[in-house]
């Protein structure tokens, strides 16, 4: 009997698995695919501070580090947030295929067993417990866990069939298309953000550098305001903006884009990272809510296994702990993406202009919204209690 099993190992199964094993839980660590970390499906960028507060930071798996961010209006007006203003909503553009085998490794080194090539195929609970049918090559067989920790990302089974989270519907999900480019022609220190109807309709497209000439190009569309396909809108940035470079990889994926659930647990079962949804619904940024809810969902578990207690009640002490950190700004994101899906090219154009030269005092969201507010009261009255 194990007392972990969790499913998945990216950022938001890894680290849960990690810190249950330093705690001293039993775990099994599960990955359906041959490698963990690949393929990517992100653009790496994280904040400093969201990496360095779970590690120390090996240059391995940094692939830039950039110093400021500009954004870009759909008439091409320029917000920029440098350094010497910021507080650091993105610092790093990761190496995922690296850092995503990296957390897995110290999971491992806790003392988790790590199986890859093995996917969960179903589980069910009995008498307090519950038994998690694995296939690997063909082989089936069953295992049994205390505790049932679903990190199975953005489409999780685990969280559909425990009943906690249900299938997202068109507005709640960001579809996303992107190109490893190289060859390119900009300034590595920055990471770029382009919005607008036209270009990415409930989205955004960015450009994150990568080192070498290379960078992450890639597109977000809510797929309910989208007329093309996600990689349509992607080729029509790329050529509107004159990017010139050769594409060595694509990727395509999904990011939730719901906001703050409920609860991301029922009997003997937690979710954790994409799989409750915490993707941040302006950003799309999934990676540091992942590593923080993998983290409180290792340490409730080893809680639980001490106190032999794996019902839902005690399990909600992880909603408790992941709400703290991270769900007001789910929530209060949300709100804000609403909002914004709500504007036409010529209202984000004329916010643009308003604060585009402005000394930002801080590189956040809510530093840039809080300008906003403040130059137009009456268009954002609404946000004003949850900004300022
Ligand atoms: C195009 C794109 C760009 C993004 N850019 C950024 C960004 O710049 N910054 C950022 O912070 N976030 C970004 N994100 C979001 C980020 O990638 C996710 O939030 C993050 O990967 C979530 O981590 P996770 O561990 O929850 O899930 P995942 O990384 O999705 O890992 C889930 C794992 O579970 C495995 N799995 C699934 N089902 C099973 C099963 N039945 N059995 C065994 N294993 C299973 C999968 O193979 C996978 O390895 C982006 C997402 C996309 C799609």
């Known amino acids: 009997m194990y007392d972990v099993v969790v499913v998945g190992a990216g950022p938001a199964g890894s680290m849960a698995a990690k810190t249950a094993a330093e705690n001293g839980l039993k775990v099994l660590l599960v990955e359906k695919r041959q490698e963990i970390g690949t393929p990517v499906r992100c653009a790496e960028g994280i904040s400093r501070e969201n990496v360095e507060r779970f590690f120390e930071v090996d240059k391995k798996w940094i692939a830039a580090e950039v110093t400021g961010a500009k954004i870009y209006a759909p008439d091409k007006t320029e917000v920029v947030m440098s350094e010497e203003m910021a507080g650091n909503e993105v610092g790093y553009v990761l190496e995922r295929k690296i850092f995503d085998r990296f957390i897995a490794r110290e999971a491992a080194k806790a003392g988790a067993e790590v199986y890859v090539k093995?996917?969960?195929?179903?589980?069910?609970?009995?008498?307090?417990?519950?038994?998690?049918?694995?296939?690997?090559?063909?082989?089936?067989?069953?295992?049994?866990?205390?505790?049932?920790?679903?990190?199975?990302?953005?489409?999780?089974?685990?969280?559909?069939?425990?009943?906690?989270?249900?299938?997202?519907?068109?507005?709640?999900?960001?579809?996303?298309?992107?190109?490893?480019?190289?060859?390119?022609?900009?300034?590595?220190?920055?990471?770029?953000?382009?919005?607008?109807?036209?270009?990415?309709p409930g989205g955004y497209a960015w450009i994150f550098p990568k080192g070498n000439s290379s960078a992450n190009v890639g597109i977000g569309v809510l797929p309910k305001m989208a007329e093309k396909t996600a990689r349509e809108y992607l080729d029509a940035f790329i050529e509107r903006e004159g990017i010139e470079g050769k594409v060595v990889e694509v990727v395509a994926?999904?990011?939730?884009?719901?906001?703050?659930?409920?609860?991301?647990?029922?009997?003997?079962?937690?979710?954790?990272?994409?799989?409750?949804?915490?993707?941040?619904?302006?950003?799309?940024?999934?990676?540091?809510?992942?590593?923080?809810?993998?983290?409180?969902?290792?340490?409730?578990?080893?809680?639980?296994?001490?106190?032999?207690?794996?019902?839902?009640?005690?399990?909600?002490?992880?909603?408790?702990?992941?709400?703290?950190?991270?769900?007001?700004?789910?929530?209060?994101?949300?709100?804000l993406q609403l909002k914004f899906l709500e504007m036409d090219d010529a209202t984000i154009n004329k916010l643009a202009a308003s604060i585009s030269g402005k000394n930002l005092s801080e590189m956040s969201i809510r530093a840039i919204v809080t300008e906003l507010i403040k130059a137009h009261p009456r268009l954002l009255w609404d946000l004003k209690s949850i900004f300022i």
């Open 118 to 200: 093995t996917a969960c195929t179903d589980f069910e609970r009995r008498n307090g417990f519950v038994r998690v049918k694995l296939r690997r090559m063909g082989e089936e067989w069953d295992v049994e866990a205390r505790i049932l920790i679903g990190a199975d990302g953005v489409e999780s089974k685990i969280g559909r069939k425990a009943g906690i989270i249900k299938t997202l519907k068109m507005n709640d999900i960001e579809s996303c298309v992107q190109y490893l480019m190289t060859g390119l022609d900009i300034d590595q220190s920055y990471t770029y953000f382009y919005l607008g109807r036209e270009v990415a």
């Open 253 to 335: 994926g999904a990011v939730p884009v719901y906001g703050e659930i409920e609860t991301a647990v029922s009997d003997n079962i937690m979710l954790v990272g994409d799989a409750a949804f915490h993707a941040d619904p302006i950003t799309g940024g999934g990676i540091a809510n992942a590593l923080a809810g993998g983290y409180y969902a290792g340490k409730v578990a080893a809680e639980a296994v001490k106190k032999g207690d794996f019902s839902a009640g005690f399990l909600r002490k992880y909603d408790e702990l992941w709400k703290d950190d991270f769900g007001k700004k789910l929530k209060r994101n949300k709100k």
